[in-house]
C-alpha cells in the first residue's frame, strides 16, 4: 500500500484554513481560527495517542497535552473558568494511563497523576468555597495521593506523608468553623507540654 504523501495533509490543511478563514471574514462563521487551530491540535493529540497502539508509551504526554490545548481553544467563554482544571487535568490523565499500562514497574506515576488531578481540582475551588477550604482540599487531595502510593504500589514509606498532609487537610478544611480555634489551641498546648517533657526527662 502506497504511504500517504505528507503534501497532501499540508494541502488539505491549508485549504481549510483558507476555507475558515474566508467564512470568517464574509462573517458566516465566528472565531474560524479558533476552530481550525484547536481542530489541528486534537487532531495532533490523537495521533499521538494511536502510538499507543504500538507500545510507545511515552506517546501519552504530548498526545494528552495537545488534546487539552486543543480543547482550551474551542472551549466556549462561559466555560473559561475551567480552562485551568481541562488542561491539568488532560496531563494528569496522561500519568494516570501510564500507570495502568504498567503499575509495577511505573508506580511512580501515582504521584504527579494524585497531584495535577488535585491542582487540576482546586482551580476551580477559590471563588466557591473559599480560599483557607481549597488549602484543606489541596492537602487533602495529596494525602490522598499519598495514601494511593501507600496502598496500590505498597510503599509503606508513603503511609507518613499521607497522614502529615491528611492532618492538615482536616485542620484546613475546619478553619473557618468556630471550633478551629479550639483545635489549634490544642494543638500548640499538647506539642508545648510535649517539648517540656522531652527536655526535663532528658535532664534527669
Known amino acids: 500500500m502506497k504511504r500517504l504523501d505528507p503534501r497532501i495533509l499540508i494541502g488539505v490543511l491549508l485549504l481549510a484554513g483558507g476555507g475558515l478563514s474566508l467564512m470568517q471574514a ?9 476552530v481550525f487551530f484547536g481542530s489541528i491540535f486534537l487532531l495532533a493529540g490523537f495521533g499521538f495517542l494511536s502510538l499507543l497502539l504500538g507500545g510507545h508509551w511515552w506517546s501519552v504526554f504530548p498526545g494528552a497535552t495537545l488534546l487539552g490545548i486543543g480543547a482550551l481553544i474551542l472551549l466556549p467563554d462561559a466555560l473559561d473558568d475551567f480552562g485551568g482544571m481541562i488542561f491539568l487535568g488532560s496531563i494528569a490523565l496522561a500519568f494516570w494511563v501510564v500507570y495502568l499500562m504498567d503499575h509495577v514497574e511505573k508506580w511512580w506515576a501515582l504521584i504527579p497523576a494524585g497531584v495535577l488531578t488535585t491542582l487540576a481540582v482546586v482551580t476551580v475551588l477559590p471563588e466557591r ?11 487533602l487531595g495529596l494525602a490522598a495521593t499519598f495514601l494511593l502510593v501507600a496502598v496500590l ?34 494543638i500548640l498546648i499538647a506539642a508545648g507540654a510535649f517539648l517540656l517533657v522531652r527536655f526535663f526527662a532528658s535532664r534527669s
Not at 464574509?26 to 479558533?34: I, T
Not at 510503599?155 to 471550633?179: C, D, N, Q, R, Y
Open 129 to 139: 468555597v473559599g480560599g483557607m477550604e481549597t488549602a484543606g482540599i489541596l492537602f
Open 153 to 186: 504500589a505498597r510503599m509503606k514509606w508513603a503511609f507518613w506523608p499521607a497522614a502529615a498532609l491528611g492532618v492538615m487537610g482536616f485542620l484546613g478544611t475546619i478553619s473557618l468553623l468556630e471550633f478551629a480555634n479550639y483545635v489549634w489551641a490544642v
Open 26 to 34: 464574509m462573517g458566516k462563521l465566528e472565531s474560524a481560527g479558533d
